[in-house]
Structures are given as C-alpha cells and as structure tokens.
Nanobody, 124 residues
C-alpha cells in the first residue's frame, strides 16, 4: 500500500521562505519520479515541480521558477521543496505526488499516489 506523507506547511509573510518535505512508503523510492502540485481555492490544479528518480531532471512551473527548488534524498525516501521569495499567490494546499509521469518537457502526477496535502499561506 502506497503512503505519501507531507510535512506541515505554515503561514509566512510575503518574501519569506518555507520548506516542505514528503516521505513515501510502499514504493521503491529511488526508482520513481516525484513531484509537487498545488490547489488553491477557485483555481485549477497546478504542477509546481517534478524531479526524476535519479535527480537528473528537474522541472518547474514558470510561476515558481527561480524561487522554488526541488530535491530528493533517496537514502531517506524523502522529497523536499524549498520555497523562497514567497508571494501571496503561492497560497494553496500543496500535495506531494509519488511515481509521477515524466514526458517530453512536462510531467503529470498520479493523483492516486498523492499525500493528504499541506496548507501554505502567504500573507501580504
């Protein structure tokens, strides 16, 4: 059984930083691509970032490029997302997605392999 668990998000002022992490069990972590996506009220789901199983490819949404950094520690089955220069528009529930699908220059999450989500709120 696949389990994906995100760390607690938080409330931060605009311009601040926050780090999310996610652990996975039930899958061979070092063989799967991982990603983060977010969902804000009234907005479509947005793929934030994805990282290949070996860390060799990272993808970012244009909205977070240059501000967010995705990384992984395969020895600890852990995925990280460092978020800097946060903006109010980054406010959303963030989900970790295991065994994401990489294709061409994009990716999509397997929604069946997502965590419960963690709230990130950025105040202006």
């Amino acid at each position: 059984q696949v389990q994906v668990v995100e760390s607690v998000g938080g409330l931060v002022q605009a311009g601040g930083s926050l780090r999310l992490s996610c652990t996975v069990s039930g899958l061979t972590f070092d063989e799967i691509n991982m990603g983060w996506f977010r969902q804000a009220p009234g907005k479509e789901r947005e793929g934030v970032s994805c990282i290949k199983w070996n860390g060799g490819v990272t993808l970012y949404a244009d909205s977070v490029k240059g501000r967010f950094t995705i990384s992984r520690d395969n020895a600890k089955n852990t995925l990280n997302l460092k978020m800097n220069s946060l903006k109010p528009e980054d406010t959303a529930v963030y989900y970790c997605a295991a065994d994401a699908i990489l294709y061409g220059g994009g990716w999509c999450p397997r929604l069946s392999n997502r965590g419960q989500g963690t709230q990130v709120t950025v105040s202006s």
